[in-house]
């Protein structure tokens, strides 16, 4: 009988938050193509995110290295799969955010055109306010959305969240601010 040794396994990725349909995890190198096809170079999905405009291979590979948790880190950008297979969806996760002067983190959320209109952007908005007001002790998070954006503002307002400020945000032009304080938070989840 020939013994081979079995394939390695590919590094699992660790795994931020569960819903009962989606899992948020760290990024694995074979995501940038998929991001990049369901995300990054979709005009659509693209029309009300960072510029505005679909992103050429290399700047949406550079953006997912700088800007997305590989590792161990718990915050920043992460991949949004559906169970129960963990096909991506798109990405999601708590980043800081310097939008009101201060040491804040910011929600957010990007869905492939297929999970659209199914309930996936408050079902991951609520995961992502749990997690950053329970785990991370967050006092107060903040969502950024284009203002023309109404199905994110709508699912930011089913969150909770509340209008504050339209600023103008130098790499991704104006957005909307929403914020929910933890006390808030807490009081909607005490009812």
């Given at each position: 009988m020939n013994?081979?040794?079995?394939?390695?396994?590919?590094?699992?990725?660790?795994?931020?938050l569960t819903t009962a349909r989606l899992i948020l995890r760290t990024t694995l190198e074979q995501d940038i193509s998929i991001l990049q096809s369901l995300i990054f170079g979709d005009s659509e999905v693209m029309r009300?995110?960072?510029?505005?405009?679909?992103?050429?291979?290399?700047a949406a590979e550079d953006f997912i290295r700088r800007s997305f948790t590989f590792g161990e880190s718990?915050?920043?950008?992460?991949?949004?799969?559906?169970?129960?297979?963990?096909?991506?969806?798109?990405?999601?996760?708590?980043?800081?955010?310097?939008?009101?002067?201060?040491?804040?983190?910011?929600?957010?959320?990007?869905?492939?055109?297929?999970?659209?209109?199914?309930?996936?952007?408050?079902?991951?908005?609520?995961?992502?306010?749990?997690?950053?007001?329970?785990?991370l002790k967050c006092s107060r998070l903040l969502g950024l959305v284009d203002p023309r954006n109404a199905l994110s503002i709508h699912a930011l307002e089913k969150l909770g969240m509340r209008y504050l400020e339209t600023i103008a945000e130098p790499k991704r032009g104006n957005r909307s601010i929403y914020v929910i304080e933890a006390g808030e938070w807490r009081q909607r989840h005490a009812e």
């Open positions: 013994q081979k040794p079995a394939p390695a396994s590919r590094k699992q990725p660790l795994v931020i009300f995110a960072f510029a505005g405009a679909p992103m050429a291979r290399d718990l915050t920043g950008m992460a991949v949004l799969s559906e169970k129960p297979a963990g096909e991506v969806i798109g990405f999601a996760g708590l980043s800081p955010c310097q939008a009101l002067k201060a040491d804040d983190f910011e929600i957010g959320f990007v869905l492939a055109r297929r999970a659209w209109g199914k309930g996936i952007a408050t079902e991951i908005g609520e995961a992502q306010l749990a997690f950053g007001f329970e785990q």
